[in-house]
Nanobody, 118 residues
């Protein structure tokens, strides 16, 4: 069983930055694929960024060049650095984990609200 706890959300003006963190329990964190999803009101949950156990990353087109996902296995933590934030980035952001495929994660965090004002 893996438990995920996000932190770092909040209110920021457009153009600003935030860093989200996700602390994971469990001894197998380093072998998991980790990802960040987001869900805006009235919209489907979408995958924003993912990172494999080997450190390969992938990003949604809408955040490429602005967001950076990273992981620090020694601390069982994954981060999402968000720069040049836009009002359309406003959403609840969820950390996710899976042994194999982040498209269908086995584990979810509780979510953290990110609000970008114009």
């Amino acid at each position: 069983q893996v438990q995920l706890v996000e932190a770092g959300g909040g209110l920021v003006q457009a153009g600003g930055s935030l860093r989200l963190s996700c602390a994971a329990s469990g001894r197998t964190f380093s072998s998991y694929v980790m990802g960040w999803y987001r869900q805006a009101p009235g919209k489907q949950r979408e995958l924003v960024a993912a990172i494999t156990s080997g450190g390969s990353t992938n990003y949604a087109y809408s955040v490429k060049g602005r967001f950076t996902i990273s992981r620090y296995n020694a601390k069982n933590t994954v981060y999402l650095q968000m720069n040049s934030l836009k009002p359309e980035d406003t959403a609840v952001y969820y950390c996710a984990a899976d042994p194999h495929r982040i498209a269908t994660p086995d584990y979810w965090g509780q979510g953290t609200q990110v609000t970008v004002s114009s």
